[in-house]
């Protein structure tokens, strides 16, 4: 299936909202220092253990708004990155959206990518369609939406950053006046699981108390290049599992075929857990799942089937769930391998048989999971297969009492799946305001497939609705080398900004 171009999409009528004319006007005057704003902002290194650089990035962010005239201030916990927070009060406004996004990044493996990750490059069209590297614009120069700005969080999520701020560039030259109280909210450790995102909800709640709605400016638009919306997040946990054969290396021509292998006992747990067609066989797995509402299956029906599409575009002969689509299989709890280690390869493979196996189960949890019961599930399979359990390394006496010992190491960080009411007041009028926009070519999911701590604060501590709010390419190689973000999805999130900071304030009666 043919991806067309977002913005082709969106009905001609959004065009003719002031708030989209201001955003189409300032992107046509001022578009080649937009990007150089966004390739400045991607020079600073963001790994949230890199805290000199991520408080370099913290002090920017916080100075980019502070000159657009909003109160900046930095909220800081020792040994932490800043929460980069700030507001804008509108006389008389009676909502107040808090825009959230993050400003660290996944670590860089140099060896992967075809540029340096922090000295963002240009490109006349995607690398996996024959890109290549071309000049930056100069003022006044024309800018094709397919080109692609390289670099690392260039996606995830720098763009919405630089999205904001265009928006209220373009509205103050357009005299244009905010409609609503405006709160930003930048996390500075969101790749490394907000670890502090509790304490300083917690800390600084007196903020956050009179935020009507969240906007989770995280992630990509629907494959298709619709404009999507979502109304959760998949709560996330995992175990690392470590099984045990000889207790030194064995030359495998003198101890194959009588030595234990771990590479293949392990093997054959895992295939235990997981039918070839994708279903979990480990008992009640799927006996917490809380089901969807009337309300969010329609909109489930509604969204575009993607799924022939993505497997042409992945190389996917076929997938699992006998049938089931891909959104529909985003409602289920996931079971997968996300890494797995025994000896060698290549050409640093031995004849050995190895002492041990190591894999690393990652579980997506979805509403009415609890991430310590689904783990405790996994561990009650593990001795259904006849395994022992430790938790950490056998002794001798325990080697040699059971004959298959595995270690687990459980997730301590995990979270459970989060789900917000579409249908209630303080969403809907979002959902119309954005319709006004989109007409009917945005989808609205019930979850997204990722997991973010920052839903679960906000709905645990906070007590306050949030949407996904997604505007870059799903082609954008977040987390992985090469990242990027297609244009087009730049000047439409600049847009879409420039929208839902104007929201009519009697929009939820429409």
């Not at 060698?344 to 189960?361: F, H, M």
Request: aromatic share 8%; glycine share 8%; hydrophobic share 40%.
């Amino acid at each position: 299936m043919k991806v067309i171009c977002l913005l082709l999409l969106l009905p001609l009528f959004s065009f003719a909202q002031p708030s989209v004319k201001a955003s189409r006007e300032w992107i046509k005057k001022d578009g080649a220092n937009i990007l150089t704003e966004l390739k400045e902002l991607i020079s600073i290194p963001n790994h949230a253990s890199d805290l000199p650089n991520i408080q370099r990035n913290a002090e920017k962010i916080k100075k980019l708004f502070g000159d657009r005239g909003f109160e900046m201030q930095l909220l800081q916990e020792p040994g932490a990155p800043p929460i980069v927070y700030g507001e804008h009060k509108v006389k008389g406004a009676t909502r107040t959206l808090c825009f959230y996004a993050h400003y660290d990044g996944q670590p860089v493996d140099p060896s992967l990518w075809k540029l340096d990750a922090f000295n963002a490059e240009l490109y006349d069209q995607a690398m996996y369609k024959g890109g290549k590297a071309i000049p930056m614009p100069k003022a006044g120069e024309p800018i094709n939406e397919e080109w692609r700005l390289y670099g690392r969080s260039a996606s995830d999520d720098k763009a919405p950053i630089v999205a904001m701020m265009a928006a209220i560039d373009a509205l103050k030259a357009s005299k244009i006046g905010l409609t609503s109280n405006i709160k930003l909210f930048f996390d500075g450790e969101e790749e490394s699981s907000s670890p502090h995102i509790e304490t300083y909800m917690t800390k600084y709640g007196d903020l956050f108390k009179d935020i009507s709605v969240w906007l989770l400016c995280d992630g990509a638009v629907y494959q298709t290049g619709d404009p999507s919306f979502k109304f959760g997040g998949r709560g996330i946990t995992g175990v690392q599992l470590t099984v045990y054969g000889p207790s030194r290396p064995l030359h495998s021509g003198h101890y194959g075929n009588w030595a234990p292998v771990p590479g293949q006992m392990l093997a054959r747990l895992l295939t235990s857990m997981k039918a070839e067609d994708g279903t979990v066989l480990i008992d009640g797995y799927y006996d917490s799942v809380e089901p969807i509402s009337d309300f969010e299956k329609r909109q489930l029906a509604n969204a575009p089937n993607i799924d022939e599409q993505m497997k042409e575009e992945l190389g996917l002969g076929f997938t699992e769930g006998n049938g089931q689509s891909l959104n529909e299989r985003l409602l289920l709890p996931s079971l997968t391998i996300r890494g797995m280690a025994s000896g060698s390869v290549g050409d640093k493979a031995r004849n050995v048989i190895p002492t041990i196996a190591i894999a690393e189960l990652g579980m997506r949890l979805v509403k009415g999971n609890d991430p310590e019961k689904m783990m405790d599930l996994v561990e009650a399979h593990i001795r259904k297969e006849g395994w022992h359990i430790v938790y950490d390394e056998p002794d001798h006496e325990t080697r040699m009492k059971y004959p298959k010992i595995v270690k687990v190491v459980r997730d301590k960080d995990g979270f459970p799946a989060i789900k917000v009411n579409m249908d209630q007041p303080e969403i809907m009028s979002v959902i119309n305001g954005v319709k006004s926009f989109t007409g009917d070519k945005a989808v609205f999911l019930p979850s997204s497939g990722g997991s973010n701590r920052v839903n679960n604060a906000i709905y645990d501590v906070l007590k306050t609705p949030a949407i996904s709010v997604n505007m870059v390419n799903h082609d954008n190689n977040q987390h992985a080398e090469n990242e990027n973000v297609r244009i087009g999805n730049l000047w439409y999130g600049i847009d879409l900004m420039s929208v839902l900071m104007t929201l009519p304030n009697d929009i939820s009666k429409k």
